[in-house]
């Protein structure tokens, strides 16, 4: 039969990588160019059907605030989920979410589900077009390869995501409600 699950899922990751815009994203429909920083974190929830269950997300959008990090545990404890948010045009923003992998392996869930997303996709594609790329190896390129290698290597799944354009933002929580573990 149709089983219902509640699951926390968290969102972690640098700030300005977009978490609180995949948020709006996926629980709104919504997209605004000039986000509020988020203070502390935010709560949404938000349901998904899989074939076999309806997922009922309880979502946790953290600030990323290095002065919040004591307080990142209270979100990710406990969870089922977490995505691990970066921004594609930001190299720092990747090391910060590696970062935040290692912290979820030491102290999270064991059976957490780890979701790598690479947010701003639709810069990626911008800068694909543009006539350097087709001269130069665009660093952005190597960048989503090495993230996916990470991802692999890492025990996540990465998508890259654009919450401006909604590009793969159902798509990844959708990803997540297929493989939480069924109880
Ligand atoms: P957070 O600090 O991780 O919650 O990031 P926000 O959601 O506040 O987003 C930071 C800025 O990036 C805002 O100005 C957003 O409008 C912008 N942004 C977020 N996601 C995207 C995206 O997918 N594409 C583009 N182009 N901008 C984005
Ligand atoms: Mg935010």
């Not at 077009?129 to 660093?139: G, K, L, M």
């Amino acid at each position: 039969g149709n089983k219902n699950i509640n699951a926390k899922l968290v969102l972690l990751g640098d700030v300005g990588a977009g978490k609180s815009s995949l948020v709006l994203r996926f629980v709104k429909g919504q997209f605004v160019e000039f986000q509020e920083s988020t203070i502390g974190a935010a709560f949404f929830s938000q349901t998904v059907a899989v074939n076999d269950a309806t997922v009922k997300f309880e979502i946790w959008d953290t600030a990323g605030q290095e002065r919040y990090h004591s307080l990142a545990p209270m979100y990710y404890r406990g969870a089922a989920a977490a995505i691990i948010v970066y921004d594609i045009t930001n190299q720092a923003s990747f090391e910060r979410a590696k970062k935040w992998v290692q912290e979820l392996q030491a102290q999270g869930n064991p059976n957490m589900v780890m979701a790598l997303a690479g947010n701003k996709s639709d810069l990626l594609d911008g800068r694909k077009v543009a006539p350097e790329a087709s001269i130069y190896p665009s660093p952005l390129l190597f960048e989503s390869y090495e993230a996916q290698t990470y991802a692999q290597e890492n025990g996540l799944f990465f998508m890259e995501t654009s919450a401006k354009t909604a590009t793969n933002v159902n798509d990844i929580f959708y990803e997540i409600a297929k493989r939480l573990p069924r109880l």
